[in-house]
Every structure is written in C-alpha cells, then in structure tokens.
C-alpha cells in the first residue's frame, strides 16, 4: 500500500512538473526580470545570509552566474529559503526557476519527479560528527547511539543502510533544518549528528568550542550535489548547465574577475569563443554572445567561487579534493564550449 502510494505521488509529481515546464522558462525569467533561486534555509559556504542579511556561498554563486548569463547582470536573484522538504515541490509547482540547495542527484529523484540535475558543483559525501568526550574514534563503533538528522535528504536512507549493513542500531532524532539538528546535538538531545560532509564543517563553526568536536573518518556515500530544473524544458536546462561549465572552463583557462577584461583581445580561439568575441555558442544558448564572460567577470570562475565559499579563503577551510578541476587530480571537468 506505501509502494502504491509513492508511485502514485511521483507520477503526481511529474505530471505537475511537466504542465510547469510547458512554458519557456526562459521568457518566464526575462518577463520577470528576475532569477527566483531556491536556496537552503542556512548551510554555511553554500548559502546563507552574512551578517548585513546579503546572500552568500557557493550554491548562491551558481545562482548569479545563471544570472549573469541571462540578464548581464549577477544581481538579478531573488533567493527563496527552503527546508529539504519544501525544495523539490517548490520547483514542481514553478514557484522558482532553478534549485540550488547542496542537493544529491539520485536514480529516485532524476527518473521519479520530474526533474533534471544540471551538473554537479560539489562532489561530497555523508560523515558523522561527535563530541570527542564520548571517546569514539570510527563510525562503527556507533552501535546503540542516537542520531541527529534532517527529515527529507539522502542521509536517512544511507543512516539506515549503514548501520544494517554493519549490524547496528541507532535511534534517530529528526528535525526539519540543519541548524536545528545542531541545536539538538549542543542540547544533548543525541550523541551524533550525521549530514553531508560539507554541513558537518560548517556544524562545527556552531558549536561552543569547536575543539570539543570532531568529524569521524568514514565517509559513507556518494553525494554529488547540483543545481535542479524542471523536465521539459531543454532551453532552460542547457543555460543552467552550461553556466556552470563556464565557471569550471574559466578557471582551466586562467581567466578570472580580475584579468577577464585584459582578455578580450587574446588570439586563442578557445578563449574567443568563451568571451563571446568569435562563434555562436551565445545565440544557440538564447544568450547575449559575452554571457560567459558575464559569468567570469561578476562572479568569477569555479576556484575562486569555491576558495571564498567553502575553500582556504573562508573560515571551512576544506581542501578542494575531488572538486579539484580533472587536470588537477579532480572530478570537475567543463565540457568544451565550441
């Protein structure tokens, strides 16, 4: 009976999504002169508001540079806070354009909703984080603990199938955001908090004394997170992915916000064709022929969105590791703009 009930609600889901996706989202984006951006409701580096309520992180990047390319102007970005549960509706029923919320693409959610994943900006992974003081080392060594964890992500089914897999048990606490599982992890209410690698650094920033915590070894998933559309809409799904392939082929040119413009006059035809002086690739996206250029010049290319957000430069401090761009030892490859 829960089977026929899933299924149904999926089927429900793409239906929804595909009447949505029957409008050009592009003109619905130019109409309204403004990107609307589903963001999460405060994961530190990927976004949340600063202390002058100004949007920042890596995920709010992928939203300026979606907007750089189609207004010329990054600024254009109306973000919408969303908890895991509200995202995925959100962007069915066409209350925003384009998701960008540290969102793992799965078989369930690309084949079963009626959305598209547009790429990956972040290659993470599910860890645990708990105090040192209960003197455990290894994940499993958690037999009997009790976990903090959010309602409506990828990280309940690999909790459940991480401790079955090594015949142990745990008794969850779920809450609706993030910080509210740290609150219960600070509060006592359990001994572990488990999420996406990248939360559990910025978790730490959270705590009192953040020497009194430490993020266990094991990473126990896969979770490539990346911005989501709606199906049906092929226009409107070449744009947000190739807006982020600008941003990783920039930084593998060298192009950045700071020298893009004494770039324009190059005699490379790769980088003719990125900044829009030679080729078509503009006019076959919908876009103005510099929307690539737009993209580097106010938001800047993948390495430095990724070192100001989460990188060397911020205070996560997380090594770039598989988000190394391919040529470096990563998994971040731009596919070529020609």
């Known amino acids: 009976m829960k089977l026929l009930k899933t299924l149904s609600l999926s089927v429900a889901a793409m239906a929804l999504a595909s009447t949505v996706s029957s409008a050009d989202t592009l003109d619905t984006v130019k109409g309204k002169g403004v990107l609307t951006c589903g963001v999460s409701t405060g994961i530190a580096g990927f976004s949340a508001t600063d202390s002058s309520g100004q949007w920042k992180g890596l995920d709010v990047d992928g939203c300026k540079a979606v907007a750089a390319a189609v207004f010329g102007d990054a600024s254009k970005v109306k973000y919408v806070p969303l908890t895991a549960k509200e995202r995925f509706t959100a962007l069915q029923s066409g209350e925003i354009d384009v998701l960008f919320r540290s969102t793992t693409w799965t078989l369930t959610r690309d084949a079963s909703l009626g959305l598209n994943f547009a790429g990956v900006n972040y290659y993470d992974g599910q860890g645990f984080l708990v105090n040192k003081s209960i003197g455990v080392n290894s994940a499993k060594e958690l037999d009997g603990a009790t976990v903090c964890i959010q309602a409506g992500t990828t990280t309940e089914l690999n909790l459940t199938d991480y401790f079955k897999a090594n015949k142990m048990a745990y008794k969850p606490i779920t809450y609706d955001t993030s910080g509210q599982t740290i609150e219960g992890f600070k509060s006592g209410r359990c001994d572990v908090v488990t999420s996406d690698a990248s939360q559990l650094y910025g978790l730490v920033l959270k705590v009192k004394d953040p020497n009194s915590v430490k993020v266990l070894p094991e990473v126990i998933s896969k979770e490539p997170l990346g911005p989501v559309v709606r199906q049906g809409d092929d226009k409107w799904f070449n744009i947000v992915k190739w807006s982020h392939i600008a941003m990783l ?18 005699e ?12 078509e690739g503009g006019s076959m996206l919908g876009l103005d022929p510099k929307w690539a250029y737009n993209i580097i010049k106010q938001v800047g290319n993948y390495g430095e969105s990724f070192e100001r957000n989460v990188g060397k430069d911020s205070p996560l401090k997380i090594d770039r590791g598989l988000n190394k761009l391919w040529n470096q030892g990563g998994l971040q490859y731009g596919a070529p703009i020609r």
């Open 268 to 279: 490379n035809p790769d980088i003719q064709r990125f900044l829009g002086t030679n080729g």
């Open 249 to 266: 082929n920039g930084e593998e040119f060298g192009l950045t916000s700071a020298n893009v413009d004494s770039m324009l006059n190059t």
